[in-house]
């Protein structure tokens, strides 16, 4: 099973940038959709952004134009830049993967704390 680990989360005021990481044990290349995902406190975990082998990416209707989600095949990386963040955007986040078929590619890790905060 690949192990995926999350990093780059911390403390940002409104307004500021963060950028969180995601590395994977084994390459990432072959992986149809690579993903960042979220859960606040009380809340289920959503999607933020997916991003597939083909280039395709897709955002949650509330980080459009804000969040940019990009991979290294050759780092077995993939990356969240997040702009103009919001005291909503508060959360652990995950990242995961899925083949063709929806099957996840790991279970889910610690992720990492967002927390946006004056």
């Known amino acids: 099973q690949v192990q995926l680990v999350e990093s780059g989360g911390g403390l940002v005021q409104p307004g500021g940038s963060l950028r969180v990481s995601c590395a994977a044990s084994?390459?990432?290349?072959?992986?149809?959709?690579m993903g960042w995902y979220r859960q606040a406190p009380g809340k289920q975990r959503e999607s933020v952004a997916t991003l597939t082998s083909g280039g395709s990416a897709n955002y949650a209707d509330s980080v459009k134009g804000r969040f940019t989600i990009s991979r290294d095949n050759a780092k077995n990386t993939v990356y969240l830049q997040m702009n103009s963040l919001k005291p909503e955007d508060t959360a652990v986040y995950y990242c995961?993967?899925?083949?063709?078929?929806?099957?996840?590619?790991?279970?889910w890790g610690q992720g990492t704390q967002v927390t946006v905060s004056s």
């Open positions: 084994r390459t990432i290349s072959s992986i149809h959709l």
């Open positions: 995961n993967g899925q083949n063709w078929l929806g099957t996840w590619l790991s279970s």
